[in-house]
């Protein structure tokens, strides 16, 4: 009877700790964004896969992505065509080489884009007021895998896009993936280069 007694406690006992153990990995926003903030330069490749009803099938994009402290975006489409969006402080700057086609706006001036903007940039900052003053967060897993969904509060993106979901591993964001209002959808898949 003892030794039955001993048995259950003991496995009551690593259930305890199995349990508390799950608990101190779960990851908080707080948590995560530090992560993210510790880094300072990121340059990765990406392939993304664009649906829409106003496409027979879907459209599929490869190229580079460069991010820099604190500000600094870059997407360069390397394929199927050439075009490269930099964000760099206030500024967007869209650029079509092959077509010598380059425009610059601020992006406080474009409805929406702000926030749409902030999702990316200020997920990989670590930067969480921004994050909160545009969507509200729900943040799923632990360190080793998350997944942070982001849905606007800003009046004029929520009329254009339902949920930007973000997944990462520890400080790296491996997908991306916008889910519009009106059922398109892009899916953008990151492998982040080696430092």
Not at 42 to 70: I, M
Not at 97 to 110: D, V
Not at 157 to 162: F, G, N, Q
């Amino acid at each position: 009877m003892k030794a039955c007694a001993r048995t259950v406690l003991s496995l009551v006992l690593a259930c305890a700790v199995a349990n508390a153990a799950a608990a101190a990995a779960k990851i908080d926003a707080g948590d995560l964004m530090q992560m993210l903030a510790s880094v300072d330069r990121v340059t990765a490749r990406f392939v993304e896969s664009r649906t829409s009803a106003l496409l027979s099938a879907p459209l599929v994009l490869q190229g580079t992505l460069v991010y820099r402290r604190p500000d600094h975006l870059e997407k360069h489409v390397l394929t199927p065509y050439e075009e490269r969006m930099v964000i760099d402080g206030g500024r967007l700057t869209l650029e079509k080489p092959g077509e010598s086609r380059k425009k610059t706006l601020a992006i406080a001036n474009a409805p929406g884009v702000p926030a749409l903007v902030e999702s990316i940039r200020a997920t990989r900052a670590g930067d969480l007021a921004t994050l909160q003053r545009y969507y509200t967060l729900a943040l799923e897993g632990d360190r080793a895998q998350w997944t942070l969904t982001l849905r606007p509060l800003d009046p004029q993106l929520a009329a254009l896009v339902r949920s930007v979901v973000i997944a990462g591993a520890e400080a790296r964001i491996v997908r991306v993936s916008v889910e519009e209002t009106a059922g398109d959808r892009s899916v953008m898949e990151i492998s982040e280069q080696p430092r």
